[in-house]
């Protein structure tokens, strides 16, 4: 479903371009899951943001179902990030203006695909029935977070990109974010990347991959 082909990608600095991915070789088949650990500055997020078509590829390639990200225009971008991948991140993203019921719908109805049974059947799951009138900020970190897994899963995503989406949580309810994201990436037929740093939660998913200076170090079953 996924390849990343050699890429390559550097920024501008001071003190001239900075490396941060060195020819990354990655596969992800669809429905599989993949967790991406690495130091701080190895070039994770980066390799999430050349994915998500928010950054561009100095050189090798990103394939989606065989089709390559690089060259399409601004407006395909645009409609991959709408339809093609979900997206958590850490810091929740939530729409402050709008409540949970709508903020769980956003993605699905941006994507033209908002099915009301599935995106309640997501909040039951997610526990966030009783909370759908209320606003982000009068959600704990834990309830933000799982509205944010109900937004991105809510179209059915190929894809769901997951950038350390139990970063700011402790660890008991770290993992019981994780097992609601792996349930529900499962029942919505998505493939899965995952950024963290915690190799315990990495072990949870199919495979993982280490980045280190920039380039693939290692990969485990």
Not at 84 to 104: E, K, M, P, R, T
Not at 121 to 150: C, F, H, K, N, T
Request: aromatic residues 4%; charged residues 20%.
């Amino acid at each position: 479903m996924l390849i990343v082909d050699n890429v390559c990608k550097s920024f501008a600095t001071a003190q001239g371009r900075l490396a941060v991915l060195r020819g990354v070789d990655l596969q992800l088949p669809a429905g599989e899951s993949l967790a991406l650990m690495g130091e701080s500055g190895s070039g994770k997020s980066t390799l999430l943001h050349l994915i998500a078509g928010l950054e561009t590829v100095d050189s090798g390639r990103i394939l989606v179902d065989d089709v390559p990200l690089q060259g399409r225009r601004e407006a395909e971008l645009a409609r991959w990030r709408r339809e093609g991948i979900g997206l958590v991140f850490q810091q929740y993203n939530l729409i402050g203006s709008l409540d949970v019921a709508a903020n769980l719908a956003f993605q699905a109805r941006l994507a033209g695909r908002h099915d009301p049974a599935w995106v309640d059947y997501l909040a039951a799951r997610l526990e966030l029935a009783p909370l759908l009138a209320r606003y982000p900020e009068q959600l704990s970190g834990g309830q933000q977070q799982r509205v944010a897994i109900g937004r991105a899963l809510a179209p059915r995503p190929p894809l769901l990109l997951a950038d350390e989406p139990t970063g700011n949580l402790d660890e008991a309810g770290g993992e019981r974010v994780l097992d609601l994201l792996l349930e529900l990436v499962g029942e919505a037929g998505s493939s899965l990347l995952m950024v963290t740093h915690s190799a315990r939660l990495a072990a949870r998913l199919a495979r993982t991959l280490y980045l280190r200076q920039g380039r693939v170090q290692a990969v485990e079953a």
